[in-house]
């Protein structure tokens, strides 16, 4: 049933569109047809009782407009999702977005048959249908949209795309995700998957030049041999979020999306045999890592070096690398010969490099040493500055970001900064990072996982070549 | 050496205080001297060179101050630090904090003798000492600091106080936890402890009225029978983070302190062992456990009732208890008839309870039937709401928040909130949560783990009565 990746273009990027069940109230789909209707995508409401939507003219049915429409999306209530599926295949539609939830996941047999229907017409109609049970998609490089996120609150297109089964979620990771500066090429979300599911949407996103790292949110998985195969083609990083760990997830999960989860033991050992495939404890992680791997050079081996104001944080941090499976990079003496040049004499220069107060000062020549030392393959900045004497220095920060760009593309090591502090603080840093292509988070673990992940996804490239 | 904690009240309200080495120059410490100047406390600046301090006459020597001083506070550069100690004692201070680093850390012999020479004094000198390598301490019921950091942007007093070893820290995790709305009494830190140590900062603070939880960050252990007895006598909560858990680690806290670690995994077993002590992983799990702590009653049971609109965040959730040693609550069957009453036929009432976005509408009586039914002994809320119509639909919150609190109140159950969602949505909550005593983080693993300790800790209470 796999069509090529490029017939999918139509729903990312469609040249007419029609929202089933468009509504002025404030409801579910409100913010999405009022976006759709004002954008540039020609849009056409369909409603069966109203006039106007938005101002706009709205449609009786979908074959009264006078236009062949590419892409529907339909937001009526369940138990009319049928009819309005009938109607669009009447019209030529090429795909259909079904956002309405109340199907197979209620668990109630009246519409669990629905659901089997929509499957049914799918698998014969000469047409593609996301969900039911989503909110479809978001291409962040046209801005268009089928959810219910704000587009003027949004980043630019970047280079992380998702695919996740659910709706509510797949609405608000955008938001979030926008609000730590994580930029995304495509969000896909496909709820109850009667027809294109996390399968189409590797095989298009590895052909999708925007996309560098996929992120994929599962849940239920009905294809697994089809699954396991593809991940082994795709040859971009593949950063996994399943639940189902537990029985209580297992259960929870039917009665989400109204699919089997399988046995997640089988999926772990499976996940770890794939290359390129990274599997993630929650989406914090997840984007976290995503950053790094969309933003930095892969490193050449599993040293890190930690620079940082706090003592403390560079400590615990070191617990961590070992725990992850990297190294505390030994650096050579002409290394710590070459920061002490610059550094008050109460500095602690072995690595993890404390630079405590002095950190605005001292930060330039000890990462220009520890970039220059080839026993450093990846650099750690722990940022842990008051809000106070930062608010003073801040414009210090602009050259550290500055210099961490030019040295990252200079040697080819990945630098990620971990903050810990106000959330001005965070805010401040955030803002300016995407400019000079660093991630920033405030988890140092994440951080080193990503480097950790990264560290392995080379090591694989490496082999196959 | 103990002596009774009352005695040490001069350092969180000293009646008198000297800042040897104020500066108006933009360093460490101008902060602190600039606001303790200009602030209710009877300060004084002493400095060698200088007329004035921000327009307040200096001192050249702390015996020219024309009054008795409680509290001398000590930023000279490390070679001077031990003749102005000399100076203090001769003054007949009662205590020292000494913000100064560059001691035992550094590893440099002429600087860990001179921390000796000071641990000499503080021995047989009629005089308290908090440092050196610190930023000593801040109480938040008087305003009262001797941090960096600015008090017009810090919480009203709370009811968790933090005792940390490493300076920097101190004042960022006080930083962060603000912009966070965690409330603290008092934060302590001190360095390389010559004298004053976590010993007896737990002995003062458990005879503190303003605080209910105790939050503890430990590098090196000097005096580890002494601290097991204590932490055994403690009645209030106490939350560890302990690092130097790995080798590297373990050197890193040498050379960031200058203290031993000791072998981590004896204090793993021992704070397994005493009632009342949970470690934790980090400082954010460290500060969201402590603020379920502070803010909600003790569970009568481990089983967790979820309410969320995002089912995928709710199964994720569900993989989260039953790792932590929590149930999921089995709902009695009246409680789902209620909740089924209010909700529209699409929602999932087994819990975890998908509310989907028709959240706003019906938490109340959902929350309300959980809160009713005896299976349910704690509930999280997963809030997961785009931006957009959370903007539309916010004023909800309140009516929400209200509840929560009058139900909290009324059964005795904890509830805790988990938001995922933009900085927006966020900050939006955080702002209004103070008020109805609720606590708001972003991972549910911190609440789960957060509301299996708070039974645990109940569990042992039983057990003592």
Known sequence: MSVKSNSLDFFFNPKTVAIIGASESL??????????????????????????IFGYKAYKRISDIPEQIELAIIIVPNENVLEAIKDCIKSNVKGIIIETAGFAETGIEKYVQIQHEIEEIAKTANIRIIGPNCVGITNFNNNFTTTDVEFDKL???????????????????????????????????????VDVDEIDMLEYLENDPY????????????????????????TKPVIVLKNGRSKAGFNAIKSHTGSIAGDDKIYDAIFKQLPGVFRVDNFYEMFDIAQIFATQPLPNGKNVAIITASGSLGSLACDQIEQIGLNLAPLKKSTIEQMKKDSPNWTSLRNPIDLGPSVFATFKPALTALMNDENVHAVLYIFAVPQKPLETFSLTMIPQFRLINKLVTKFKKPVTICVFGSRWTLDYL????????????????????????????????????
């Open 211 to 234: 996309t560098k790292v996929i992120t994929l949110y599962l849940e239920g998985v009905k294809k697994g041999r089809k699954l396991i195969e593809i991940l082994k083609r795709v």
């Open 430 to 465: 955030l803002e300016e990072s995407p400019k000079y292509n660093i991630p920033i988070m405030t988890r140092t673990d994440h951080a080193l996982k990503g480097l950790k992940m990264m560290y392995d996804f080379k090591a694989i490239k490496e082999r196959k070549i």
């Open 27 to 52: 409801k579910f789909g409100y913010t999405m047809t009022n976006y759709l209707l004002k954008s540039s995508f020609k849009t056409y409401p369909v409603n069966i009782s109203k006039e106007k």
């Open 155 to 193: 980043l630019e297109g970047g280079k992380i795309s998702i695919i996740a089964q659910s709706g509510v979620l797949g609405n608000v990771v955008v938001d979030w995700a926008s609000s730590q500066k994580v930029a995304f090429a495509k969000s896909i979300t496909f709820g109850n998957k």
